[in-house]
């Protein structure tokens, strides 16, 4: 089972600040027939299911505002929200798509300072 | 835009089965991975098990391997998850998603399992 680790494990940042969450893989995620990584962040807001953020780990699901983006490659990846709106917090979690089970990130929670 | 709209909360014995089903609405539900992905109280999320309808046969993660059942009716374009041998580790909200990525998930059953 592929396992992902998330850090860190939660961050309180100000509004307007930039917000870092990295999340480590421990085997590639680079679909090598697709040449894209098998990656996916999803928002998890307070009472809500989760919501598509990031796919093929950088690509910005429909209606996500483009202060949200993915990178990374191979083992590593971030999810970067470049400037940090109040409706922005929730728990974030990383998610693999490469082999099954599918397997997620523990979360990151993420809070205004 | 695929809409997932699951059944309602349950309340189930130790030892007992729960069935949960999942109807999609717009777009296409056949040739799409249909998963369960479960969420116990305060923690975070866990991959289950899932089936591509037009393919008929489910995955399951190993831990579930032996109490999972997942089926798909391409008729009604309903995915079900029925989950056997319920302890009270399993009383969690349990959501169905679309594709590799989940880019769509339904809203979420609670399944409380209690004596």
């Given at each position: 089972?592929?396992?992902l680790t998330q850090s860190p494990?939660?961050l309180?940042m100000?509004?307007?600040e930039r917000a870092t969450i990295k999340c480590k893989s421990?085997?590639?995620l680079l ?6 990584n098998?990656v996916a962040w999803h928002q ?9 953020l990031i796919f093929w780990a950088s690509d910005r ?6 202060r949200f983006s993915g990178s990374g490659s191979g083992t590593d990846f971030t999810l970067t929200i470049s400037?940090l709106?109040?409706?922005d917090?929730?728990?974030y979690y990383c998610q693999q ?8 990130g523990?979360g990151t929670?993420v809070?205004?300072? | ?115």
């Amino acid at each position: 089972e592929i396992v992902l680790t998330q850090s860190p494990d939660s961050l309180a940042m100000s509004l307007g600040e930039r917000a870092t969450i990295k999340c480590k893989s421990s085997q590639s995620l680079l679909d090598s027939s697709k040449k894209q990584n098998s990656v996916a962040w999803h928002q998890q807001k307070p009472g809500q299911p989760p919501k598509l953020l990031i796919f093929w780990a950088s690509d910005r699901a429909s209606g996500v505002p483009d202060r949200f983006s993915g990178s990374g490659s191979g083992t590593d990846f971030t999810l970067t929200i470049s400037s940090l709106q109040a409706e922005d917090v929730a728990v974030y979690y990383c998610q693999q798509f490469h082999t099954t089970p599918w397997t997620f990130g523990q979360g990151t929670r993420v809070e205004i300072k | 835009q695929m809409q997932l709209v699951q059944s309602g909360a349950e309340v189930k014995k130790p030892g007992s089965s729960v069935k949960v089903s999942c109807k999609a609405y717009g777009g296409t539900f056949s040739s799409y991975a249909t998963s369960w992905v479960r969420q116990a109280p305060g923690q975070g999320l866990e991959w289950m098990g899932g089936i591509i309808p037009i393919f008929g046969a489910p995955t399951y993660a190993p831990r579930f391997q032996g109490r999972l059942t997942i089926t798909a009716d391409e008729s009604t374009s309903t995915a079900y998850m029925e989950l056997s041998g319920l302890r009270s580790e399993d009383t969690a909200i349990y959501y169905c998603a679309r594709d590799g990525a989940l880019n769509t998930w339904g809203q979420g059953t609670l399944v409380t399992v209690s004596s």
